[in-house]
């Protein structure tokens, strides 16, 4: 493990500085992010902003994009596979459009079926609205990957039938209570899941270059540090496709 000059510790043990609500091991204080007047960081930790990406809906993809780019890579997303991107909120649109760029077939499992046409903007293949418990059980081991991006307890028994053989069911979101399964779902099949978290630097830069390679971008409502409240209130009530970006100098 490589040490960082200016880093927090002498290797990849120890937590990470965060940009972002983080504490600061060189200054102290907290961190501030993008609510920063200014920021030094590292070079090691810096990305260029590839040239056809738009800054602010580029801006989510150092966080939405990564988090689901990195489980998509190590998981083998690609031709020949099938995904279903459980969720299609600020993180499954975009994991949908980099399933989709990685030449998988892309499904959304999705509760409102009002997001079924939004789905296939992006570019799902198909869509299974998940309160049809008829139509969730006929999806009996469709897929080689789930990736699920909602953070929502649920009943992960039809989810994990749903996987074909060695298939893998990955939270990149975090449920808020402790996860009830029955162990034999994960034998039968050889099936498993898996937790992620974000990605690295060389993980972050490829993400990037694919996505200025297929022109993706998360899409964004900008909006001014005074319209905040609104924000987050609508923020609250779901009221957003699919996430908000903040313009400081607006």
Same mark, same amino acid.
Do not use: N
């Given at each position: 493990?490589? *040490? ?12 990470? =500085?965060? =940009? ?6 060189? *200054? ?11 920021? $030094?960081? &590292? ?26 780019? *990195? ?8 031709? @020949? =596979? ?29 509760? *409102? ?15 299974? $609205? ?19 991006? =909602?953070?929502?307890?649920? &009943? ?69 540090? &005074? @319209? ?18 903040? @313009?400081?100098?607006?």
């Amino acid at each position: 493990m490589r *040490s960082v000059p200016g880093g927090a510790g002498d290797d990849c043990e120890t937590f990470p =500085t965060l =940009t972002y609500g983080g504490p600061d091991p060189i *200054s102290g204080g907290v961190t501030q992010g993008g609510f920063s007047t200014e920021i $030094v960081v &590292d070079r090691h930790f810096a990305y260029a902003l590839p040239a056809a990406l738009d800054p602010a809906g580029a801006a989510p993809l150092l966080c939405a994009g990564i988090t689901t780019w *990195s489980p998509l890579r190590r998981f083998g997303a690609g031709p @020949e =596979t099938t995904v279903g991107v459980v969720g299609l909120g600020g993180l499954g649109h975009v994991a949908v459009k980099f399933a989709h760029a990685l030449g998988a077939e892309t499904v959304v499992l999705t509760r *409102s079926e009002d997001k079924a046409d939004a789905a296939k903007a992006l570019g799902a293949d198909d869509v299974v $609205v998940t309160r049809d418990e008829q139509a969730l059980a006929a999806q009996a081991r469709r897929f080689d990957l789930l990736l699920d991006t =909602t953070g929502h307890p649920m &009943d992960l028994a039809p989810y994990l039938a749903a996987l074909d053989v060695d298939g893998t069911y990955v939270l990149a979101g975090i449920p808020p209570a402790r996860l009830d399964i029955d162990p034999m779902s994960l034998v039968v099949g050889e099936k498993r899941i898996a937790g992620t978290g974000s990605g690295g630097v060389p993980a972050t830069r490829e993400m990037l270059d694919v996505a200025a390679e297929h022109g993706i971008t998360a899409d964004v409502e900008v909006v001014g540090p &005074d @319209e905040l409240p609104t924000a987050m209130d609508r923020l609250g009530r779901g009221d957003v496709r699919f996430r908000f970006v903040v @313009e400081v100098g607006r």
